[in-house]
């Protein structure tokens, strides 16, 4: 009753706060069009057609009803190639955040409950990676090895768990000595059961916020590297290769642009406004 009560109170501050409503639907929306593109595309995605290349949206003159959103420049449904990626985005980002979210809370939980060598070890490494950019971490990495989907979420997972492990150990050494702690060393628990079960419980709130921020990033960072070649390949689509190979386009054909970068906007604004709610709540 308690849980259906808190649960009733969450939906009604939901329901007040709209722009965390509009946000918290187009990451529905977006995950709806991952999990139903098969049925939701009017077309398949890799399908070409030189005869209808570069028709403009439906409400255009010369637009097709069929083709809602127009087409590229080899005849493939702009509509449908929007749903599929966002099943790209929602793999690369959920991946990319598990995984560096699982790494970075590790590091972050021994560092700060060890404390010691331990600490100055782990928190070091971060340090020297954090001082070097992200992205031009990942342009690098990707340069040398073929780029594809696995390729991308490994190198962003390589260079986004270090702000779990920052705010893990921070929140670790700040309840590390608060009572409740203490009494489950003193009567015997391990380490691994302090870490685990008495002092990771008391991070969920703020993990899940960093990791929705981070899901942002992450979708950014894959569509950027998608644009400069390095990322997602084809015949996989993607909304940053979507813009990549639009450019061209861009004085005749401002759909092929436009489109995909709404989606991109969207999407990353919705993650945000979610985030700001959870963080208040």
């Given amino acids: 009753n308690a849980k259906s009560k808190s649960a009733s109170g969450l939906f009604h501050e939901l329901w007040r706060d709209k722009l965390s409503l509009f946000g918290l639907c187009i990451l529905l929306v977006l995950l709806i069009c991952a999990i139903f593109a098969e049925v939701l595309a009017p077309f398949d995605p890799g399908e070409q057609s030189l005869r209808a290349r570069l028709l403009p949206p439906a409400w255009l003159e010369g637009g097709q009803l069929e083709h809602f959103l127009g087409t590229d420049h080899l005849g493939r449904d702009v509509l ?4 599929y990626g966002s099943r790209v985005s929602l793999f690369v980002g959920t991946s990319g955040v598990l995984i560096a979210g699982t790494f970075g809370v590790m590091m972050g939980l021994f560092a700060g409950y060890k404390g010691g060598r331990v600490d100055n070890i782990i928190m070091r490494l971060v340090d020297t990676q954090v001082a070097f950019p992200s992205f031009l971490l990942a342009l690098l990495i990707l340069t040398v090895i ?8 490994v190198v962003l997972s390589i260079t986004g768990w270090m702000v779990y492990a920052r705010v893990t150990r921070g929140i670790v050494q700040s309840i590390r000595q608060t009572p409740y702690i203490e009494a489950a060393e003193i009567v ?31 979708v950014l960072a894959e569509a950027s590297l998608s644009f400069l070649g390095l990322g997602i390949q084809p015949p ?19 759909w092929l642009i436009t489109f995909p970068g709404i989606a991109i906007a969207l999407t990353v604004l919705g993650i945000n406004l979610v985030a700001g709610w959870i963080r208040v709540t």
Wanted: proline share 6%; aromatic share 10%.
């Fill in 146 to 153: 073929a780029p594809s989907a696995t390729s991308v979420i």
């Fill in 80 to 83: 449908s190639r929007i749903i």
């Fill in 188 to 218: 015997g628990c391990r380490p691994g059961r302090v870490i685990f079960k008495h002092i990771l419980p008391n991070l969920t709130s703020p993990l899940l916020t960093l990791a929705i921020l981070e899901f942002a990033r992450v």
């Fill in 236 to 254: 996989l689509t993607s909304w940053g290769l979507d813009v990549a190979g639009g450019k061209d386009y861009i004085f005749n054909a401002w």
